[in-house]
């Protein structure tokens, strides 16, 4: 195959991008570099030190002996998607070129909109310009369980039938997330299937749990090939968040009761549910939903497994509650399907203490890389609100601004 | 009422917005002017002379004695939204203030981004702004019937309950429109329902059928006062580009068969609709939802209706069948309600003979103003494409681009 990976430069993307090329396919990665531009203004950085671009293309070849063609460029720009489209001509696009933080799309008006202008105009161009140049390629575009929200039915993988007054159809899976990054994604579902209705698109939406994971095979073979593993209040997700409190020695910050149930993966199993869409992609006008993940937890349930691990490994671990900032349901019903990529072959890595030993081990190289003022939530969901981590840092607009 | 109203000086704001001055409201008008630069760049015009929004206001004043209060400015604009928000101080807002054609939104990606960058960031400006400076003001956001697509089940109004696997949820209506334009209506939606749910904002949203007509009580007052009505290809709605088309003698354009059939009112029961609405404002975090129509036709009925009162009046009219440049059902199940309006005290006028007689009468005053080049479709939904339709007129990335 050639693959193009959209913001092959993040957690998940360059990983992916090593995946493919290691497996022997030709693999190609556009990114903007305009996360780093973010992490930058938040004042948040990975926790192990992140070569440049450049560099991990470059330290790849060297470990490697593979090129991975590199195309600096936005996605939301004509002229330099169309670019790359023609010179790489892709069969295959896997899409993470988006802002993937839900604290980061509540901070104002200004973030809400940067997210949604990125994430929903950056694919909707990228749409036209497939059409207009790689027709037959089929997308992967990463999408969220998030979307779904939590709703007291079964959820399934995105669609929904259903009988009313007599009559039946098959509809799209009712969505009601819970920020406006989450809905970015739903927009991008909505505006992706009437892409392929028109024009005979292939896509694959994955509505990917929340992942979790230090490491890869490929990003272990060299310290310039590591990933962007955050544990930060924006761009960290739960579990590597809390491998990083347990790590430094501070509270892991349950918000609320700890009762909202989420989807999990393996990062390790991102790459093997991607490998399995791409081997298997959608047919021409196909618009097909995967529900990507392997298990589901309560952020409770999570707490409580990585300061097991963590007292196995010696660690002082303790919890601590803080208010919930989000506005979402403390216990709910939550049960999501995700035959369709178990019945491909995906075969699930569970969240074993073994796990959570080998993630806190990891993190524990770079302990002195961990900076706690960054990883207490500063977003509000019902008043905004912005960052105050370091002294004379920028100011975002605040709910006292109003 | 104190009301602002978000696209103004459009075919639907400013009789809203006189509409509601004549019945003794503070009204202001807010609009951008891009509405009529879209216009030059298409190369069309409305039927009647319209005049500046200065204009209008001023011979409103001078025709009621009532004041319409102007803020030029966009939506999408922080400051701009806010400075009217501070200076007027609505409780309530009709926001109109959104690209309405849906061929404009196919035509290529830049007008498809155009049309989401402009309804769907302008409307979460607009959402955050509320929040922060009138949160307890009702929003009368205007949707479309479009939004819903053509389901095989009944259309409810937003809503619907079901049950799943013997589990019970009421989820928003299932959505599946046919354009990029129709799409940004639904982020729309999908945006407004969490700032409902987050924030506490109180919202109307209305899908609102096709609306037809030439004049209102108010813009009957002084040729100043007329509105936007649009007949050609990009802005006009098929009635009114019926009646077009009977008056300049030329046949009306049937798109395929003809069996599509959509929800359809008078623009004088838009005014209506949108006083029960504001009458009736939606509750603290209510997102509220509105079938907004009076009578269902499918196309060629309504050829059938224009043809037989253009006969009535000595028009000689005929009809020609044009490939459908859409990208829809020919014949489909169609059964939407709209009970809420109704139960509010809507006194549908119905589509008559009489109705459509005095359009072509209102019509035939300006008969020598209508251009036939520009009725026909030229934006083929699968393809995209432009307009070529004055020689020398700028050319859009065309289907022969790629």
Redesign the interface.
């Known amino acids: 195959m050639r693959i193009l990976v959209i913001g092959g430069d993040g957690y998940l993307g360059w990983p992916t991008a090593m995946h493919f090329s290691a497996a022997g396919h030709e693999v190609a990665v556009f990114d903007s570099g305009v996360k780093r531009r973010w992490e930058a203004r938040l004042g948040v950085r990975a926790l192990a030190p992140i070569a440049s671009l450049h560099d991990r293309v470059a330290t790849w070849k060297a470990v490697s002996g593979r090129t991975i063609h590199m195309y600096v460029g936005d996605v ?1 720009d ?1 002229s330099d998607i169309a670019a790359a489209l023609r010179a790489f001509a892709p069969d295959t696009l896997i899409h993470y070129g988006e802002q993937p933080s839900a604290p980061f799309s509540m901070i ?3 973030h ?2 940067e997210t ?2 990125n994430n ?2 950056g694919t ?2 990228l749409a ?2 497939m059409r ?2 790689t027709p037959d390629a089929h997308l992967i575009k990463l999408g969220t369980m998030g979307e779904y929200g939590t ?4 959820i ?1 993988e995105g669609y ?1 039938d ?1 009988e ?2 007599g ?3 098959r ?10 990054y989450h ?1 970015s994604k ?2 991008d579902s ?2 992706l ?2 892409a392929c ?3 005979g698109l292939r896509v694959t939406d994955l509505n990917q749990g929340v992942v979790y994971g230090t490491d890869t095979d490929e990003t272990a073979r060299a310290p310039e090939l590591a990933t962007s593993f955050h544990y930060d209040g924006w761009f960290g997700t739960v579990i590597n968040r809390f491998v990083a409190q347990a790590t430094a020695g501070v509270p892991l910050t349950v918000y609320g009761e700890g009762g909202q149930r989420r989807a999990f993966l393996n990062i390790r199993d991102t790459l093997q549910c991607v490998g399995l869409a791409a081997a298997n992609p959608a047919a021409a006008g196909e618009f097909r939903v995967f529900n990507q993940f392997t298990e589901s937890f309560s952020v409770g349930e999570i707490a409580d497994r990585v300061a097991a691990a963590g007292r196995a490994l010696g660690l002082s671990v303790s919890r601590q509650t803080v208010p919930n900032p989000r ?1 979402e349901s403390a216990k709910h ?1 939550y049960n999501p399907k995700n035959s369709a990529l178990l019945a491909l072959g995906l075969a699930p890595r569970r969240l074993t203490e073994d796990v959570l030993k080998d993630m806190l081990a990891w993190a524990a190289r770079y302990a002195r890389r961990i900076d706690p003022r960054v990883i207490q939530p500063t977003v509000d ?2 008043l ?1 609100g912005g960052l105050a981590v370091a002294d004379g840092a920028r100011g975002f607009a605040s709910a006292g601004s ?1």
Do not use: C, T
């Open positions: 939301g004509r104002d008006a200004d809400a909109i949604q202008a929903v105009l909707l161009q036209f310009a207009d140049l709703p007291n039915i079964d399934e929904l259903i009313h007054n009559r039946r159809d509809v799209a899976f009712p969505k009601n997330p819970g920020s406006f809905l739903v927009h909505n505006n299937m009437l209705r028109l024009w506005v019903y969901w019902r905004g109003r």
